[in-house]
């Protein structure tokens, strides 16, 4: 792994070559990804598992014609070979008038933010081990755990360097902790299997593997016996490890390539209030330790705190550098990309703001209803907005939560999903999608 000094340098000596090669433009990315997982099931290790891959991805234009050629190979005579394979694909490439750099005028100038991404303290393989082990253990000894899928451990450190013809040059790198327990509940053919996990950049501030394991092992036990549930419309009560979800669905409807080639069911409603005024979803690249903070976007614009929802408008589109030329406007920062291909647009840690009642309170009047622990398929329509998932969780009878439910369907539209949001207060930052429990009123719920 080169450091990051070196990596930002290797990509300014490629960009620079390409110029000298006649290149009217061109961009290089340097990403590498080194890992240690430990894996363990039934007490003994199972996998022990160490990678690390480093590649590089130079993208060069000729006049409104582009090419992205990417390699592993870091040696100077191998990147000279990338450059000309590189300028002779974007001299045959078909024109493309929205090819381009990001505006010169906006790139990121100055030091970067400091967002304490690495954790300078290293783990072994023997720490893993250990880790790996309590967490199963712990998992396991909850009374009704019966077998295991596993429990593990794993560090990770990748950096990222970008350097582009027209002025801009960064590097960053950042570190990964993980934690994780997966079991069954139950015996032959009424087993039930969750999980547990957590994953954080410092290792300081994750969580104890036992509790890890405690929480794994307790939520399959209380999947146990799930019973049908007759179909009807009802609130759903959207758990925060799956609530998240609902979010990504905005997200992906809201990213300035569905909106250039028309396939958002959000096309015509930028402005439009979407959701209550109460509720606001905010994406912050610069939260400190953040499992997707970055200070630099994909095309080298400084990244920032940008509501996605405000009070529940929709203020604006995602936008890199080529949807925002489509659409006349200016990118957004959100551009991501990796060492091959064209940047596409990501967003990075996004919250929804907590509301102003507890998950309880939210629960609270509900006759009957369901409590979503785990979605299931890929039922989602994103040019039209419907809506229908596989679902198991908790079936709510007289404002509390009762016996496991499994093998049924909620369906809806998720303009009226949206619509119908109401946050808790309960907000916690676990993931890079964190949003409390979430309700939604007059879903469709087919019984199995």
């Known amino acids: 792994m080169l450091s990051l000094s070196q990596a930002q340098d290797r990509a300014e000596t490629l960009v620079a070559q390409a110029r000298r090669a006649g290149a009217d433009a061109a961009d290089a990315l340097y990403a590498c990804n080194a890992s240690t997982g430990v894996s363990v099931r039934l007490g003994e290790m199972e996998d022990l598992e160490q990678s690390e891959g480093e590649e590089i991805g130079l993208r060069i234009f000729v006049g409104q014609r582009t090419a992205t050629v990417s390699a592993s190979d870091m040696e100077k005579e191998s990147l000279s070979l990338l450059v000309d394979r590189c300028l002779a694909m974007a001299k045959e490439a078909p024109e493309d008038p929205y090819a381009t750099l990001a505006p010169e005028a906006l790139l990121m100038r100055g030091k970067l933010p400091m967002l304490d991404?690495?954790?300078?303290?290293?783990?072994?393989?023997?720490?893993?081990?250990?880790?790996?082990?309590?967490?199963?253990?712990?998992?396991?000894?909850?009374?009704?755990?019966?077998?295991?899928?596993?429990?593990?451990?794993?560090?990770?450190?990748?950096?990222?360097?970008?350097?582009?013809?027209?002025?801009?040059?960064?590097?960053?790198?950042?570190?990964?902790?993980?934690?994780?327990?997966?079991?069954?509940?139950?015996?032959?053919?009424?087993?039930?299997?969750?999980?547990?996990?957590?994953?954080?950049?410092?290792?300081?501030?994750?969580?104890?593997?036992?509790?890890?394991?405690?929480?794994?092992?307790?939520?399959?036990?209380?999947?146990?016996?799930?019973?049908?549930?007759?179909?009807?419309?009802?609130?759903?009560?959207?758990?925060?490890?799956?609530?998240?979800?609902?979010?990504?669905?905005?997200?992906?409807?809201?990213?300035?390539?569905?909106?250039?080639?028309?396939?958002?069911?959000?096309?015509?409603?930028?402005?439009?209030?979407?959701?209550?005024?109460?509720?606001?979803?905010?994406?912050?690249?610069?939260?400190?330790?953040?499992?997707?903070?970055?200070?630099?976007?994909?095309?080298?614009?400084?990244?920032?705190?940008?509501?996605?929802?405000?009070?529940?408008?929709?203020?604006?589109?995602?936008?890199?550098?080529?949807?925002?030329?489509?659409?006349?406007?200016?990118?957004?920062?959100?551009?991501?990309?990796?060492?091959?291909?064209?940047?596409?647009?990501?967003?990075?840690?996004?919250?929804?703001?907590?509301?102003?009642?507890s998950s309880a309170e939210l629960i609270k009047g509900i006759e009957r209803g369901i409590y979503v622990t785990e979605l299931i398929g890929m039922g989602v329509n994103a040019v039209t907005g419907d809506y229908s998932r596989g679902a198991s969780g908790f079936l709510i009878e007289n404002g509390a939560v009762s016996h496991a439910v499994s093998e049924i369907t909620i369906a809806g539209t998720l303009r009226e999903m949206f619509a119908g949001m109401i946050p808790a207060n309960d907000l916690a930052f676990r993931y890079a999608i964190n949003v409390p429990t979430i309700r939604i009123d007059g879903m469709t719920v087919a019984g199995g």
Request: charged share 20%; with cysteine; proline share 6%.
């Open 117 to 357: 991404l690495v954790d300078e303290d290293g783990v072994d393989p023997a720490e893993l081990k250990e880790r790996a082990l309590i967490v199963e253990d712990a998992a396991r000894s909850v009374p009704g755990v019966t077998n295991s899928e596993g429990g593990g451990a794993s560090t990770g450190r990748s950096q990222i360097a970008l350097a582009t013809s027209h002025g801009f040059a960064g590097s960053y790198g950042a570190t990964i902790h993980s934690t994780w327990a997966s079991v069954l509940a139950g015996k032959e053919g009424a087993m039930q299997r969750d999980y547990a996990s957590h994953s954080v950049r410092h290792l300081r501030d994750l969580e104890d593997a036992e509790h890890i394991g405690r929480r794994a092992g307790h939520r399959a036990v209380a999947r146990l016996h799930p019973d049908k549930v007759p179909s009807g419309v009802m609130p759903i009560i959207f758990d925060p490890r799956v609530g998240g979800s609902l979010i990504g669905h905005l997200i992906g409807a809201i990213a300035g390539p569905a909106i250039t080639r028309r396939s958002s069911f959000l096309l015509d409603d930028l402005g439009a209030q979407l959701f209550d005024s109460g509720v606001t979803i905010i994406d912050d690249p610069l939260r400190k330790c953040g499992l997707r903070s970055r200070p630099f976007d994909g095309e080298g614009l400084p990244t920032r705190q940008t509501a996605l929802i405000d009070k529940g408008v929709l203020p604006g589109w995602l936008m890199d550098a080529g949807s925002a030329l489509q659409l006349g406007m200016q990118p957004t920062g959100h551009a991501s990309r990796g060492t091959s291909g064209s940047p596409g647009v990501a967003v990075t840690n996004v919250h929804m703001e907590p509301g102003s009642v």
